[in-house]
């Protein structure tokens, strides 16, 4: 249905056949599927369960796939909620020297925009180079006067892939990461955009539940190159200068791989990525993910890791979900999952937005991409990699006590689902490809 070729076939078709209208149509269907055409596909072959998680084979195969090595003397922390990683991500923007750097989806009009524009717009007037790539889509909401407040003080602003019509082969590529840099020592990353819904501790409904993680160390150099890149895709400027690179003495003992995942590249790295920690699980996978969409390999991959004897749980957001088309299209799934031994888990406090896995108690990943197909073949993403079984005890308190506050998902349940719940599944299935 999806695919463009067939559309542009009958638009030739009804052209010769004098049959104008039709032809409009087909053309139109044409564009639209060809816009929206994913990037790149899942991979089939070659996903067996040969090295475990955490050997020294394992990351050598990860790094090889991905293309991304591993950069030692790193310090990672991890912030929960507005309440933590606000104020955090503020006071360094306040103290930065050199320069400070921003990729991010949402920048949203409010009271988060308007703290974060004063202290970007206070660091250029002070002479510090701020540069703000913004998504064209997710950021079209940050509103004249926050935009105004940033430009008047100087801060470069651009906008990553704007609509326009010779724009069209990339209408549907966003940039979906949440990347600042200040001073190219200091870095943040998750899944957490500018808008006043991620303020709090997640308590009520309306507060988001998230994560954000500061880095410190050489790996802030690899972060800032994912920003580089796309600023030169966008300005044609590259930015330079120790500025922004400076010698990065080691700040901890963490070996982080960062990944820049791209559908330019042909292959996703994050879904790669993935797949090989699935493959290469032995006791337990842990993947929390509020738009948890797995395509046929994915699914595959982890009903063959519960047949080994691995434990497979996966928390979603329940109720409070902003994506109507992720959620139908994810809850369509549950059934062939809980057959195939995996438990899945919904979030009915807040709206749970952060993106993690752990696998085995050593391997950990976290970042900007989402488990659906958006993410794997259509958006710019950065996730990060670490093994270290410290780290990954950190994270796996704060996912047992996120899974403490949620609801395991019943078989019995979910097969007696009302006639409505199915007949949106099937409708928003049409659309599994932008999910």
């Keep these: 249905?999806?695919?463009?070729?067939?559309?542009?076939?009958?638009?030739?078709?009804?052209?010769?056949?004098?049959?104008?209208?039709?032809?409009?149509?087909?053309?139109?269907?044409?564009?639209?599927?060809?816009?929206?055409?994913?990037?790149?596909?899942?991979?089939?072959?070659?996903?067996d369960h040969i090295d475990p998680a955490g050997s020294a084979a394992f990351l050598d195969?990860?790094?090889?796939?991905?293309?991304?090595?591993?950069?030692?003397?790193?310090?990672?922390?991890i912030l929960n909620n507005g309440d933590e990683f606000f104020p955090a991500m503020l006071e360094a923007i306040r103290g930065a020297r050199d320069s400070v750097c921003i990729e991010q989806y949402i920048f949203w009009e409010g009271q988060t925009a308007e703290q974060f524009c004063e202290a970007l717009a206070e660091r250029a007037r002070a002479g510090v180079p701020v540069k703000l790539l913004l998504d064209s889509v997710g950021s079209a909401t940050i509103g004249e006067r926050a935009y105004e407040s940033l430009t008047s003080a100087g801060c470069e602003v651009a906008w990553?892939?704007?609509?326009?019509?010779?724009?069209?082969?990339?209408?549907?590529?966003?940039?979906?990461?949440?990347?600042?840099?200040?001073?190219?020592?200091?870095?943040?990353?998750?899944?957490?955009g500018i808008a006043d819904h991620w303020r709090g501790n997640a308590t009520p409904p309306d507060q988001w539940r998230d994560m954000m993680f500061r880095i410190e160390g050489p790996a802030v150099a690899i972060l800032l190159s994912g920003f580089a890149q796309n600023w030169l895709r966008t300005t044609e400027e590259i930015i330079q200068g120790a500025e922004y690179f400076p010698a990065v003495a080691p700040a901890g003992s963490l070996a982080m791989q960062v990944l820049h995942s791209s559908p330019d590249a042909g292959a996703?790295?994050?879904?790669?990525?993935?797949?090989?920690?699935?493959?290469?699980?032995?006791?337990?996978?842990?993947?929390?993910?509020?738009?948890?969409?797995?395509?046929?390999?994915?699914?595959?991959?982890?009903?063959?890791?519960?047949?080994?004897?691995?434990?497979?749980?996966?928390?979603?957001s329940g109720l409070h979900n902003d994506n109507w088309l992720a959620r139908q299209n994810s809850r369509r799934l549950y059934g062939v999952l809980m057959k195939g031994g995996v438990k899945l888990f919904e979030y009915?406090?807040?709206?749970?937005?952060?993106?993690?896995?752990?696998?085995?108690?050593?391997?950990?990943?976290?970042?900007?991409?989402?488990?659906?197909?958006?993410?794997?073949?259509?958006?710019?993403?950065?996730?990060?990699?670490?093994?270290?079984?410290?780290?990954?005890?950190?994270?796996?308190?704060?996912?047992?006590?996120?899974?403490?506050?949620?609801?395991?998902?019943?078989?019995?349940?979910?097969?007696?689902?009302?006639?409505?719940?199915?007949?949106?599944?099937?409708?928003?299935?049409?659309?599994?490809?932008?999910?």
């Design 1 to 47: 249905m999806w695919l463009w070729q067939p559309w542009a076939l009958l638009t030739g078709w009804f052209l010769i056949d004098d049959r104008y209208y039709w032809a409009a149509g087909m053309l139109a269907i044409a564009i639209v599927a060809y816009v929206l055409r994913p990037a790149e596909r899942p991979p089939r072959l070659g996903l």
């Design 160 to 192: 990553y892939t704007p609509i326009h019509w010779y724009t069209i082969g990339r209408f549907n590529n966003r940039t979906h990461r949440k990347t600042l840099v200040v001073d190219g020592t200091i870095g943040f990353t998750g899944g957490a």
């Design 61 to 77: 195969t990860v790094a090889g796939v991905t293309g991304a090595t591993f950069t030692p003397g790193n310090a990672v922390t």
């Design 348 to 435: 009915d406090l807040s709206m749970l937005h952060q993106k993690v896995m752990l696998v085995d108690g050593c391997w950990s990943t976290v970042g900007t991409s989402n488990f659906d197909n958006r993410s794997f073949a259509h958006n710019e993403e950065t996730t990060l990699c670490v093994c270290d079984t410290g780290f990954a005890a950190a994270l796996t308190a704060v996912i047992d006590e996120d899974l403490a506050s949620s609801q395991p998902v019943a078989p019995e349940a979910w097969r007696h689902r009302g006639w409505l719940a199915r007949v949106q599944e099937q409708v928003a299935s049409l659309l599994k490809e932008q999910v």
């Design 268 to 316: 996703s790295s994050a879904r790669l990525m993935y797949y090989l920690a699935i493959v290469a699980a032995r006791r337990r996978i842990d993947i929390v993910n509020p738009y948890f969409v797995p395509d046929e390999t994915a699914i595959e991959t982890l009903i063959e890791a519960v047949a080994r004897g691995v434990q497979v749980r996966v928390l979603v």
